[in-house]
């Protein structure tokens, strides 16, 4: 059977991968305390009224403490482009087993057929009252990330974007450890970033905020730059444009990658990359091809053109460098700190921590980043993320 | 320890009656083929892609089959009124409870911040994607009348209005058997009800649907009736006027219950009524007092005051009139069937049909309606649906 196959009888025989469980057992009493009788009316009736009374209850009394809600209005699936909220069911369903599995989080797929910016908005500030954060997934850019900073500023839960942040944790963290191998330094190396979308834009800003300045991000018409001809269509394109590629350096993604140290392919687009184009990269060229399901390049190919590290998206070779890694753990702690918010700096520091997982005893070319259900995963993030937030709580008071 | 205290207790130790769970174990290998490479990327990219060349597919491959959404704004819950949508969370885990134990359905609680009429009909029409059904629940009337009939029109999933629909079919149940129990006609009876909101509108709708003529519904400013000096404020109490109390009886409630045979209480007033009210009624009363959590009048104080036959909505008392026993099955039957709509004489169907599960040597005062967690009442009810549609899909054709 092909993998097709395999994937189709799967998902016909279990028709939904996940479903809703009752933690309570009914009993068959009729008496006044009976367990209908505390769960649902007359009982229920003095829960909602202590709630009404103080609000935060909610967090005592109800899953909120514990619901995450994955919004996607099904117009950039996976590498699979405008398919509809339907088609992205399975994958969000597929994404709602790994937060429980991974982190023990209740995480509803709202596939959610409004496109529209202000509706997708409205859309989420109107479910606040039933989850604990939100997880926005799979929505096109730019319009995604115009999304993404409005409900920061309009939402007090917290909103994580795992193709933005997501990704920008777990390729940093990645690269972390790539560079440790080879013993270089992230200030003095060329990275190129292929693709613009949600996850270029995450990547430039975690490495920008680690201190690299040495980024040149493409698009579809090339190498990004400050005052290029093709226009800069989109603020956040124009940030990139701002903040990368101070020698404006112009081309096509063949012309930049020349002496590059380290290629990060998050550009959807399979076979992007040819031998030549890594021939032409420095010595030890770190290839992340990171599109899925189908990689820039495939690793034996990069492998075999000189690439001396290589990982993809994929779990099924080395070095998966993939969302999966880092979102149930981030939303967990998120969710056990009551976090409000998450910074550019908080990234930064469980990408840091991530990396220091794999001990110098067990790096090598194709293990440098840790396997999806890692134990210590949870806990490090956790223990990450509260030593920030307390840092924040530091700051602003003084 | 009092009733408020171990329904506190209890939420406080379960901290959310419900939770996501995966129908899915994730295994340790990498290969291509593992289950995670099945139900997330690479593999989940086929069913996407499968969805997308034919939707329909949707019910095959992922939960949409088996999902309800529960829709609440807070505006009106319990008895408990406009107390928001973070109090009305633990009531709708509640009905999530009971939708997975007594109906095997995935029923998720949006508990909603979103007040407009408009943006509650957008935010409906957004989740289409996911859900199977829709169940409209504690939303104030006439707005939610509104809504049901908007939504009816621009969905094609069921949308089951608990508070109309589910209270109209167990409360018409209920009669049915004080009727048969008393030996009396529903075309020959005076029934009065007390309440024009969702649940007495949808009352009315089925006892005149069964054919009932002699109704009389009263609102806060007395009986209904066509012409009233005190504004018919909403279409469906001008519906209300037009179709029930022919001889415009005007008046307080105390006036217009003399002499009937039934009263229904759905008005959200504890102790409504009174003793000299009740043995205003003819002999042999009929008297369902059916707010939650407090009853119009309390049962033993009924029967003192003459009534023959008394109900309320709680399970410690006798006789529990309460919706719970028809909206897992309900539900459960519109999804199994894959129902488009809900018919009024879908309703009536269900209503006769619950009644009979009752035989004439069961039936006693004290005992006019099955028990909430009757295992007779799911195959009933989806055999009497599967009748009622194929009737219809029988008249459409001619």
Redesign the interface.
């Known amino acids: 059977l092909t993998?097709?196959e395999?994937?189709?009888n799967?998902?016909?025989m279990?028709?939904?991968?996940?479903?809703?469980?009752?933690?309570?057992t009914?009993d068959?009493t009729?008496?006044?305390?009976?367990?209908?009788?505390?769960?649902?009316?007359?009982?229920?009736?003095?829960?909602?009224?202590?709630?009404?009374k103080n609000?935060e209850l909610?967090y005592?009394?109800?899953?909120?403490?514990?619901?995450v809600a994955i919004i996607c209005d099904?117009t950039r699936?996976?590498?699979?482009g405008n398919?509809?909220?339907?088609?992205?069911?399975?994958?969000m369903?597929?994404?709602?087993?790994?937060f429980?599995?991974l982190g023990g989080i209740?995480?509803?797929?709202?596939?959610?057929?409004?496109r529209d910016k202000e509706?997708i908005i409205?859309?989420v500030?109107?479910?606040?009252?039933?989850f604990g954060a939100v997880n926005i997934e799979d929505i096109e850019s730019p319009k995604v990330l115009d999304i993404i900073e409005r409900l920061k500023n309009e939402l007090s839960i917290p909103v994580f974007h795992d193709d933005q942040h997501g990704t920008a944790v777990i390729t940093f963290s990645a690269l972390i450890n790539a560079l440790r191998l080879l013993d270089r330094k992230l200030m003095e190396i060329k990275i190129v970033i292929s693709g613009a979308g949600s996850a270029g834009y995450g990547i430039y800003r975690i490495l920008y905020e680690a201190g690299c300045r040495d980024i040149i991000v493409t698009d579809s018409k090339g190498a990004i730059y400050e005052g290029r001809n093709e226009s800069l269509d989109n603020s956040y394109k124009k940030e990139i444009a701002k903040k990368t590629n101070s020698k404006k350096l112009c081309g096509t993604l063949t012309d930049v990658i020349r002496e590059a140290d380290v290629f990060i392919g998050v550009s959807g687009k399979a076979d992007l990359l040819n031998d030549k184009m890594v021939k032409s990269m420095n010595p030890d060229a770190v290839v992340f091809a990171l599109s899925?399901?189908d990689p820039e390049m495939l690793p034996a190919n990069a492998l075999n053109a000189g690439a001396r590290i290589v990982a993809t998206?994929?779990?099924?070779f080395p070095n998966?460098v993939?969302n999966?890694l880092v979102f149930p753990s981030i939303l967990r702690a998120l969710l056990d700190l009551r976090a409000k918010t998450i910074q550019e700096d908080m990234l930064v520091a469980v990408a840091k921590a991530i990396a220091a997982l794999v001990t110098d005893a067990h790096l090598k070319e194709d293990y440098i980043i840790p396997?999806?259900?890692d134990p210590r995963i949870l806990p490090i993030v956790n223990q990450t993320l509260k030593e920030a937030l307390q840092r924040q709580a530091c700051i602003s008071q003084h």
Chains 1, 2 share one sequence.
């Open positions: 993998l097709k395999d994937a189709i799967l998902h016909r279990v028709r939904g991968k996940i479903e809703i469980q009752s933690r309570i009914l068959n009729v008496e006044e305390k009976s367990t209908l009788g505390l769960i649902y009316t007359p009982g229920v009736a003095y829960i909602a009224r202590e709630i009404s609000k909610v005592d009394y109800t899953s909120k403490w514990n619901n099904g699936v996976l590498g699979l398919i509809g909220p339907e088609s992205a069911l399975p994958v369903e597929g994404k709602s087993v790994l429980k599995v209740n995480a509803f797929p709202l596939c959610i057929s409004a509706e409205s859309f500030k109107a479910i606040e009252p039933v899925n399901p998206g994929r779990s099924d998966q993939n999966a396997k999806i259900n």
